[in-house]
C-alpha cells in the first residue's frame, strides 16, 4: 500500500537527519498529509519498542528484502496499531506469517519490564504522562455546521456531553468518551487528550478541524468582521487561514501567501475541503509584496505566524528526534526574519490591527522581536490589551510586555505559543501636530474666524430695520 510505502520514507529521512518530520511529509506528495503525519508520528514514537521486538523476531534476517524503516511502520500497524488499512495490499501477508513470533515477543517485553500496557514501553522521554496532558482541542467548522449540530452528532455516537468548561480543572479531568465546550471559544470542543478522530467522518467532511486552542488564538484576537481584507502573511498549511474564513463567514478577502509550493498545494486542498471561497493563495515571499500595491489597499488586518524554532510544539520531539533547545545562530537567524516580517507587515497603510504569533518559546523570537518592531514603528502602533484573565502574560522585558499572551501545557493545557496584537495608535490632533511644528502659533483662532466669515457670508443680506 502506498501509506506504508510513503511512511517509511518518511520515517528513513527524519532518522537520517534529513529534514523534520512535518519537512518530509510535505514533500512526500502522499495525498492523505494527515494520515501519513499520524501514522510517521506513532511509529517513531515506539521506535525503540519495535526495534527490540522486531531484532528478537527474527524478522529482517528471515525477509531480507525488508528494510528497517519499512518492517518498523509494518509491525507498528499490526501490534499497535489499527491494522493494516485498505487490505494491507502485499505486506499483509507476509507480515502475516510473522504475526504469532511477534506477538509472543512485544508480550514477553512486557513481562521482562513488569508492565502490562503498550505506553508503559516507551522510553521516560516519550511518555505522554510525563508532561502535563494537553487535551484533544476540536475547532467546529462554522462555514459548514454549528457546535450545537455538532455536538448532537457525538451524543448520538455515545460521547457524553459535559456542558461548557468553567476552569482548566474541568479539562484535566476529562477521560473517556467525555467532551466539554471550551470556556473561553465557543465553536472549540475538548477531548481527553488521546481521542483520535483523524478518520472520523465529521474530520474528513471537514465539518471539524483539529487544531490547538492557542493556535485558535491568533485568528479569535485579530477579529476581522465579514467584508474586511485580511493578508495571512506566512499561511501554510492553513488551519488559521480557514478560521479566518470562518469569522469573516466567506464575506470580504483573505490574501494567503507561502514561499513552499508543496504546502501551499496541500493548503488549497484544505482550504476547498473546509468551505473557505474568500481566500487568495500566492506562491509568494511576504517580505517581497508590496504595500504600495492597489490590491491590498483595504487590507486593514494581518495575521503574521511566521517560520519559528518550534520550542513550543508538544510533538517537537517526535519530529527531530534528539533535538535540545535551538542554537544561539539559529535564533538570531530566525529573530532576524521575524523582524523583518514585522517591520514589513507594519508598513501596510491601511493596517489598522495585527497579530504576531510563534509557537516558540525563546524571548529571542517573541518579546524582543516585539519590542524591536514597536521602536522602529515610532510610535505609529501599540500593543493592545487583550484576554486579561488569560493565566500566562508575556516576559515583562520591556513596559506594556505584560499585553502579550503566552501558553504551555503547564500553564494553560495548550502546546507551547506566543501572541502578540499590534494595533494603530490615534493619529496626533491638527492642533498638536501644528503645535508641534510651530510652537508659537495659536492655531485655534484663525480657524474660529474663518467659520465666522462663512457664517457671516451664508447669511442673507436684509436692509436694517427702521
Keep these: 500500500m502506498a501509506l506504508y510505502a510513503a511512511a517509511a520514507a518518511v520515517l528513513a529521512g527524519v532518522e537520517s537527519r534529513q529534514g523534520s518530520l512535518k519537512g518530509l511529509v510535505y514533500a512526500s506528495r502522499f495525498q492523505n498529509v494527515k494520515q501519513l503525519y499520524a501514522l510517521v508520528c506513532e511509529t517513531q514514537r515506539y521506535s525503540a519498542v519495535l526495534d527490540a521486538v522486531i531484532a528478537s523476531a527474527g524478522l529482517l534476517r528471515a525477509e531480507r ?6 518492517a518498523k511502520v509494518l509491525v507498528y500497524e499490526l501490534l499497535l496499531g489499527r491494522g493494516f488499512r485498505g487490505g494491507g495490499g502485499r505486506w499483509k501477508p507476509l507480515l502475516n506469517r510473522h504475526q504469532a513470533r511477534l506477538k509472543a515477543e512485544l ?3 512486557k513481562v521482562h519490564r513488569g508492565v502490562s ?3 508503559d ?3 521516560v522521554r516519550c511518555r505522554p504522562g510525563l508532561a502535563p496532558q494537553v487535551p484533544r482541542f476540536v475547532r467546529v467548522n462554522t462555514l459548514k455546521t454549528c457546535s450545537d449540530n455538532v455536538i448532537d452528532y457525538f451524543k448520538r455516537q455515545g460521547f457524553s456531553y459535559q456542558g461548557r468548561a468553567s476552569s482548566l480543572e474541568d479539562l484535566r479531568a476529562l477521560k473517556g468518551k467525555c467532551f466539554l465546550l471550551d470556556p473561553l ?6 477531548f481527553p487528550a488521546q481521542t483520535d478522530l483523524h478518520e472520523h467522518p465529521l474530520y474528513i467532511a471537514g465539518h471539524l478541524i483539529l487544531q490547538d486552542k492557542a493556535s485558535c488564538l491568533p485568528a479569535l484576537l485579530l477579529d476581522p468582521p465579514p467584508g474586511s481584507h485580511v493578508i495571512d502573511a506566512c499561511a501554510a498549511p492553513g488551519n488559521k487561514t480557514s478560521h479566518l474564513a470562518a469569522l469573516l463567514k466567506n464575506q470580504g478577502k483573505i490574501f494567503a501567501f507561502d514561499l513552499d509550493a508543496k504546502r501551499l498545494a496541500s493548503m488549497a486542498t484544505l482550504l476547498a475541503q473546509t468551505g473557505v471561497s474568500c481566500c487568495q493563495l500566492a506562491e509568494e515571499d511576504f517580505l517581497t509584496v508590496s504595500p504600495s500595491d492597489q490590491r491590498y489597499r483595504q487590507v486593514q488586518y494581518i495575521l503574521l505566524d511566521p517560520s519559528c524554532s518550534g ?8 519530529e527531530e528526534p534528539g533535538a535540545g533547545a535551538p542554537s544561539k545562530e539559529r535564533l538570531q537567524a530566525l529573530a532576524g526574519f521575524q523582524l523583518r516580517a514585522l517591520c514589513h507587515a507594519l508598513t501596510f497603510p491601511s493596517l489598522q490591527r495585527l497579530v504576531y504569533s510563534t509557537c516558540s518559546l525563546c524571548q529571542e523570537e517573541n518579546e524582543d522581536v516585539v519590542r524591536a518592531a514597536l521602536q522602529q514603528s515610532a510610535g505609529t502602533f501599540r500593543l493592545a490589551p487583550v484576554l486579561p484573565s488569560w493565566p500566562h502574560r508575556g516576559l515583562r522585558t520591556f513596559p506594556g510586555a505584560e499585553h502579550c499572551l503566552r501558553a504551555s501545557p503547564e500553564t494553560t493545557l495548550t502546546g507551547g505559543f506566543f501572541i502578540a496584537v499590534l494595533e494603530r495608535a490615534e493619529e496626533p490632533s491638527s492642533v498638536s501636530q501644528a503645535e508641534t511644528s510651530a510652537p508659537g502659533l495659536t492655531p485655534s483662532a484663525a480657524p474660529k474666524r474663518k467659520k465666522r466669515r462663512r457664517k457671516a457670508a451664508a447669511a442673507p443680506s436684509t436692509p436694517p430695520r427702521t
Aim: charged fraction near 30%; aromatic fraction near 0%; charge should be positive.
Design 107 to 109: 508480550a514477553r517485553l
Design 121 to 123: 514501553l516507551l522510553e
Design 65 to 70: 528484502k525488508l528494510r528497517p524503516p519499512l
Design 311 to 318: 520550542s513550543g510544539m508538544v510533538t517537537r520531539q517526535l
Design 185 to 190: 471559544l465557543s465553536e472549540l470542543l475538548v
Design 117 to 119: 500496557r503498550n505506553e
